[in-house]
């Protein structure tokens, strides 16, 4: 009797420590991965990330020649230590390790009267002979110069030069700037800010009607019979196709529409589109979720007041079911913000740093497949927008939850 | 002065909202009819685009539909398309995943919501919520980063070497970690549904509490927890950029070596998109059309059997 | 006596069931008919074929007519939006709408179209002083109504009702949510109303029928048993059921 006891607390203590192991095996999990991303990305995580473009440009900018000789710049008094600063020409440069673990000097300040601010684009094209900022963050590629001698030399990121180093070479030996060479910084994810900003919007106008009016239609209004049953059906079966499956049928069924409006290649239109119809069983579900929560005597009383049944849904049906929607929008924005494999098929993987509706673009998380997906993948910048899109899903997530909340207490 | 309301009703009124009623339910209607048939619609376009390949009078040479469904080889440059193995390799990763992630999510479920003590509880479900509201890619991300880190050194302790880490046992740890919030989601559900008289019932004919929880609550919860199993395995097959980070896309197979690179069938559809015409393009749906008959098939087989586990007692 | 609803030989079908039988009724104008009778007997049914509100109901099927001052409302040319405008209703449960009490009152009108302001406001005071809550609430009138107690709520009901210059106002057990105090409020109101309005008002308690009603209508089993000025259905009840009913051997 004793051993048989003492067994069966062996085998519950046994069967207990695996529930909470397994318990512990999800947290470990939740714990890595942030860990991981965090860890990884946090580095790039300012505000260089979000405004830079993806792609870096290069530029090769001459100087107004009637101002193009050195003078005395003194350095600013504001200026931190780590900077070097041209005394003659009145610039500041700074060192910087990028994240391919590359030096780079980059210019960090340009005093107002210093003869750079009459840089100009020498580069063939539409923007020769315009005036080019000398803004902070440009790579300085090259400086080319000409000595006291009449001797030309260079410095620069080609010379393998550090920022202390340029600013002593050209307050040394440089009488006259022939050119530098600047690059963008690039790396940056403001295209792709950019585009998941417009899949957001577009994809909504266009399913939010849809689906609120699918939804108040099937709640409020429709009979039970065959044609509404085969309706529900089919919307529900939309749950549970893969994403992926909605990227053929944008490229099949929805590109001749964006054809029509002038896109040549797969476009964040199409992309919008496909959304809008992945979107489509998240908003009517959690539509019609906040309509039976409303009660019904509210509907009673407006009928019995003599107004009509479109009077009764939009002045109260609606507004009552508010946070119900709201947190279906909420959760649509999450779904478009998360999604990558109908979007990689609709909208192609180019990064584009000048995203229009009509041409290809990546969204945030596509951004990361295309980083990822090539010979060298950029884990840094995966993790500084996994990051954005984890904090971004969060907070969505908690405001969902308070929503949820707000329309249960209403009317209980 | 007193005015009367009904002085200011204009004549007509009523006339007019009734057509406003009836314009308005028309187009609602119509909306719901869109929303509704969109299914249709992708099932229908995905179906023609898909068998085209194999048609008779095809632009870029018919495909013999045999080869292609039994083949054991894909190599898109030589322009052959066999989708047999991997097909297998898709149910291999997706049961492979299912069979680890299931105990682990039932375990979770039971733990939540009948052991841990209350403050933990909402934790636990918070923790649940985040794994489910992590996107696709992020989780590809970190497949990529740590889970083929591990793989190769579990491999390396083996004395096997591999790709990088990307191999068949990466897909199924990803899709493992994947599924598992979904499966825990609805057994927490089907848990907390259980009478509790059952329950007490159990209890007082002696059981112990643990004993109760895993005798009584998991069988009568059984029918939830194997929706939420067959919702997560639709999962595991639909999931497409995460898996296409570390499948390898293997040429050839079925992949049955754990540490192998393996291809399926959604890691194939994102492989190489760079055609916009042709075979290459055309057959992704075909690829897309067989992707969906797999989900169809193994929902209808796994409905079966819960019917007959749940008719059992 | 002029007549306000003519009922004829109503029958209302759920699919196959019949909840109401051959129901013949006249309903006097400017007077307080209570219909009385056990819980589903189909008191509160044939309260809402009066304003139509049943046809919102699936495999709802109405055969027969009634008349409201000489014009069946169950005519294929009725407009069931103009005949609520016509006879209002208050719900057992109080349901004011969730904005502000001056809103609730100007719902009925704006929904028929009216904008003006002056009028608006007159028709909202006049409401609520009809309804007797004027002096509690008319400092607060941009305040939510949900902040209102049940019997205020209930009266702002009313009051919403009245807004619509109705000819009949229909009351589904108005006072069966509220306390004593509450329901003597909507009783004596009810007296008030009266002299402009036409009412009808389902009431489980024998003793609310006596005190507010003129004339009282006993159903049951979805037939009307006996119908008669209130004072000779409480003291000599022709129908034996109606007196078992009375005297409280049943329901």
């Known amino acids: 009797m004793k051993t048989n006891l003492i067994r069966r607390k062996l085998s519950d203590g046994f069967l207990q420590f695996l529930t909470l192991f397994s318990s512990l095996l999800a947290v470990g999990v939740l714990t890595a991965l942030f860990y991981y991303i965090f860890a990884n990305g946090l580095s790039l995580m300012n505000t260089d990330l979000l405004r830079n473009d993806y792609w870096s440009v290069s530029k090769i900018v001459a100087f107004d020649e009637t101002v193009n000789q050195p003078g005395l710049y003194p350095r600013p008094q504001d200026l931190d230590e780590s900077v070097a600063w041209s005394e003659k020409w009145g610039i500041g440069f700074v060192d910087y390790l990028s994240h391919e673990k590359k030096q780079l000097v980059l210019i960090e300040t340009v005093a107002a009267d210093s003869p750079l601010q009459s840089a100009f684009d020498t580069s063939a094209g539409a923007a020769q002979g315009k005036p080019v900022a000398l803004s902070a963050g440009l790579q300085v590629e090259k400086i080319d110069f000409s000595q006291a001698a009449g001797t030309a030399d260079f410095t620069g990121m080609l010379a393998s030069a550090t920022a202390a180093e340029v600013a002593q070479t050209l307050d040394q030996q440089a009488v006259k700037l022939t050119s530098i060479f600047i690059k963008t910084p690039g790396g940056g994810i403001r295209g792709s800010i950019i585009t998941t900003a417009y899949l957001i919007l577009v994809s909504l106008l266009i399913a939010l009607p849809i689906g609120i009016a699918s939804a108040v239609y099937l709640s409020e209004m429709a009979k039970k019979n065959r044609i509404n049953m085969l309706i529900r059906t089919g919307i529900e079966t939309l749950t549970g196709v893969p994403s992926i499956v909605y990227g053929l049928m944008g490229v099949s069924v929805l590109f001749p529409i964006t054809a029509l409006m002038g896109a040549k290649t797969t476009n964040i239109l199409l992309g919008a589109l496909t959304m809008a119809i992945i979107l489509l069983p998240t908003i009517i579900r959690s539509t019609e979720e906040a309509l039976l929560v409303v009660p019904k005597g509210l509907r009673d009383a407006s009928l019995s007041l003599g107004a009509s049944q479109t009077q009764t849904i939009f002045k109260i049906t609606l507004p009552c079911a508010m946070p119900g929607i709201l947190s279906g929008i909420l959760l649509s924005i999450g779904r478009v913000v998360g999604e990558s494999a109908a979007l990689i098929y609709t909208m192609g993987t180019f990064i584009n740093d000048k995203p229009g509706l009509l041409k290809q673009g990546t969204s945030l998380a596509v951004h990361i497949w295309s980083v990822m997906s090539g010979e060298q993948p950029n884990f840094e910048l995966a993790c500084a927008i996994s990051i954005m899109i984890l904090i971004f899903v969060l907070i969505l997530n908690i405001a969902v939850k308070f929503l949820t909340r707000r329309l249960q207490k209403s009317w209980h | ?313 | 006596m002029e007549t306000c609803f003519e009922v004829k030989d109503l029958n209302l079908y759920y699919g196959e069931n019949q909840a109401l039988k051959h129901l013949n009724l006249t309903i006097g104008r400017n007077r307080v008919m209570a219909l009385i009778g056990p819980s589903g007997c189909g008191k509160s049914t044939f309260l809402r074929c009066l304003n139509r509100m049943n046809d919102l109901i699936e495999n709802c099927r109405i055969t027969g007519e009634i008349h409201l001052l000489e014009q069946n409302i169950y005519d294929q040319k009725m407009n069931v939006v103009q005949l609520r405008t016509k006879v209002g209703m208050v719900f057992q449960k109080p349901n004011p709408f969730p904005m502000s009490i001056y809103d609730n009152i100007a719902y009925g009108p704006r929904c028929q179209g009216v904008k003006e302001k002056k009028l608006l406001n007159q028709i909202v005071e006049r409401s609520l002083k009809s309804a007797a809550l004027y002096e509690e609430v008319k400092d607060r009138l941009h305040d939510s109504a949900m902040a209102l107690s049940g019997g205020q709520q209930q009266r702002l009901c009313i009051a919403r009702a009245i807004a619509m210059e109705p000819e009949v106002i229909l009351m589904d057990e108005p006072t069966s949510a509220l306390d004593p105090i509450a329901t003597a409020k909507i009783e004596e109101l009810i007296e008030q109303l009266k002299k402009t309005y036409t009412i009808v008002i389902v009431t489980h308690s024998m003793q609310q029928a006596s005190r507010v009603s003129d004339d009282t209508a006993f159903f049951l089993l979805g037939e009307i048993v006996e119908t008669d000025k209130t004072l000779t259905i409480f003291s000599k009840p022709k129908d034996k059921r109606t007196e078992d009913y009375i005297s409280g051997r049943f329901g």
């Open chain 2, 1 to 313: 002065m007193e005015e009367n309301l009904r002085d200011w009703i204009k004549p007509g009124q009523a006339i007019r909202k009734q057509k406003t009623d009836r314009a308005v339910r028309t187009l609602f209607f119509l909306a719901a009819l869109i929303s509704g048939s969109c299914i249709v619609l992708i099932t229908f376009f995905i179906l023609m685009k898909g068998i085209q390949p194999f048609l008779p009078n095809y632009a870029y040479g018919t495909v013999s539909l045999k080869d292609f469904l039994f083949g054991t080889l894909w190599r898109q440059d030589q322009g052959v398309y066999g989708v047999g193995f991997i097909v297998i390799n898709t149910l291999i990763s997706a049961f492979g995943a299912l069979l680890l992630a299931f105990p682990i999510s039932v375990l979770t479920a039971l733990f939540i919501v009948k052991i841990a003590p209350k403050p933990i509880k909402p934790f636990m479900k918070t923790v649940v919520e985040l794994l489910a509201s992590i996107p696709s890619v992020v989780y590809g991300v970190f497949a990529a980063g740590v889970i083929t880190t591990l793989v190769k050194t579990l491999a390396a302790y083996s004395g096997i070497s591999t790709a990088g880490g990307s191999s068949l046992l990466a897909v199924i740890l990803l899709l493992a970690i994947m599924i598992f919030p979904t499966i825990t989601s609805l057994s927490i559900t089907a848990i907390e549904a259980v009478d509790r008289d059952l329950e007490l019932g159990s209890l007082a004919l002696g059981a112990t509490a643990t004993q109760t929880h895993f005798k009584v609550v998991l069988t009568s919860a059984k029918s939830g927890i194997f929706a939420g199993a067959i919702l997560g395995i639709g999962r595991a097959f639909g999931e497409a950029t995460a898996v296409a980070m570390v499948a390898g896309n293997k040429l050839f197979g079925p992949t049955f070596n754990l540490f192998d690179i393996t291809r399926t069938l959604t890691s194939t559809m994102l492989a190489g998109l760079k055609e916009t015409t042709g075979l290459d393009y055309d057959i992704r749906f075909s690829v897309g059309l067989v992707l969906m008959a797999v989900i169809l098939i193994s929902n209808l087989v796994l409905n079966l059997i819960k019917k007959k586990v749940g008719n059992m007692n």
